[in-house]
């Protein structure tokens, strides 16, 4: 689809230097009947130009193309109008443009925004005093938990502050969907206060593209999913039931940064020898859920009641592989599944590509 729409504005570009050659009697084409002033001839080279320049930077996906393609766009028009008898098909082609423009601006703005967002949740961060993991700090957790965090390399290491991470996602929208849409991610957390900031775009076909935030800050959970960038699906907030799904998936994936489970908003209890439950509270909300383990103390799984739409449902976050990144085991690839009336729907598939801590 990029390379069709990048051909596409290079030869709309290029159909423009006919009405420059005419002007300046390089080569007569009859493709325009009407004689071409100089001060318009030099119009369709500087709209030949700005199509030019459009192409580039939208080939190699630079935020701010569109500026550019708007420009040659207006300048196209006014030409078109012009001459509108021999060129009045051209308006198809920069309605087009115009479009992937304005798709391009609300893209650009979407992520300007995330990108605040991010900043000032990070700008929070509190490191004036930094800790690390020992064993006299994890005395007091559950056995399993202590046997996790001496397991996956923590003891000795700085506590975590904030965290960055790609993920590449495989997700099916609906049960009965049989195609896996692919998607990517970005996603930042801190720790104290306890927050995240998700970012995804997903190609559901060549030319149908969502892009989404899910964020969760000072207790309570936002979501927003837009089609194209421009027509907005979903936008909830201010609702008990978004805050505590926010909240249960923040808890699910301290797994990805393990000296969370020191924070004073989670509390602890054994369950047996390779299990313990976590509670976390702050700011009014709260959710809970069961960490497994297994013997060697690798986290295995994670279940909770959480929210799918406005009915609690068992939610199961498995690990299906496990790796050493900077210098701690965390899951690289795990799944996500809702419990249903007949049986387990397994809905999105995550690999972790990327992941820094610590990050100010």
Not at 183 to 201: E, G, R, S
Not at 240 to 259: C, D, G, T
Request: proline share 3%.
């Amino acid at each position: 689809m990029r390379i069709a729409l990048t051909i596409l504005i290079g030869l709309h570009g290029m159909i423009h230097l006919i009405g420059f050659l005419k002007a300046f009697g390089i080569f007569q084409f009859d493709a325009i009947s009407q004689p071409v002033s100089k001060t318009l001839g030099v119009l369709f080279l500087v709209a030949f130009f700005f199509f030019a320049v459009t192409a580039n930077l939208f080939f190699r996906r630079h935020d701010y193309w569109w500026i550019i393609g708007l420009l040659a766009v207006l300048i196209s028009q006014f030409l078109i109008i012009s001459f509108w008898k021999d060129t009045g098909f051209g308006s198809i082609l920069n309605l087009v443009i115009l479009t992937a423009s304005i798709i391009g601006y609300s893209t650009n703005s979407f992520k300007e925004k995330v990108h605040a967002e991010t900043a000032k949740m990070l700008s929070y961060i509190d490191t004036s005093e930094k800790k690390s993991v020992s064993k006299q700090i994890i005395a007091d957790l559950p056995s399993p938990v202590q046997k996790w965090l001496l397991n996956n390399g923590s003891l000795g290491k700085e506590n975590i502050s904030s965290v960055f991470l790609k993920q590449d996602l495989q997700i099916l929208m609906k049960p009965e969907q049989k195609q896996w849409s692919t998607a990517k991610a970005k996603q930042y957390f801190t720790i104290d206060p306890p927050a995240f900031n998700w970012c995804v775009n997903l190609e559901m076909k060549p030319w149908i593209k969502l892009v989404g935030r899910d964020k969760f800050e000072k207790g309570k959970g936002e979501m927003e999913i837009k089609l194209l960038s421009l027509f907005p699906i979903v936008n909830s907030r201010n609702d008990e039931k978004i805050n505590q799904a926010s909240l249960q998936r923040y808890l699910a994936e301290i797994v990805w940064f393990p000296s969370a489970v020191f924070s004073s908003y989670i509390s602890w209890e054994s369950i047996d020898e390779n299990s313990a439950r976590a509670t976390m509270r702050y700011n009014g909300t709260e959710g809970s859920g069961v960490f497994h383990f297994d013997e060697m103390g690798d986290f295995k799984k994670f279940i909770a009641m959480r929210y799918k739409d406005t009915t609690l449902t068992e939610w199961v976050v498995n690990a299906t592989k496990t790796e050493l990144r900077n210098g701690i085991k965390i899951p690289v690839e795990c799944n996500a599944a809702w419990k249903l009336e007949d049986g387990y729907w397994t809905w999105l598939k995550i690999k972790i590509t990327h992941i820094e801590y610590n990050l100010k």
